[in-house]
């Protein structure tokens, strides 16, 4: 899809549980003494999902990758 849609820049971002939704109340029991998304890293999971912190890493590297090879290819 990136290189059919050719984007500009590109943003990668895991979700972040929201006090109050669904998604909070199913994983809040994992967040433990992180109440914040400044309580972890980039990119780091803040709960046990399908995915890596590692995998979103790379992916967003990957994907950063492919955007700027495209933006600077007179570079």
């Not at 999971?45 to 399908?50: D, T, Y």
């Not at 790379?58 to 495209?70: F, G, I, K, M």
């Amino acid at each position: 899809m990136v290189r059919e849609t050719e984007p500009d820049d590109i943003g990668v971002s895991v979700a972040y549980p929201l006090p109050g939704t669904k998604f909070y109340a199913r994983v809040a029991a994992e967040l433990g003494a992180k109440t914040n998304w400044s309580d972890s890293g980039e990119l780091a999971m803040m709960f046990r999902g399908a995915f890596s912190t590692e995998f979103y890493r790379d992916l967003a590297d990957t994907l950063h990758a492919e955007v700027r090879s495209r933006s600077c290819s007179s570079c």
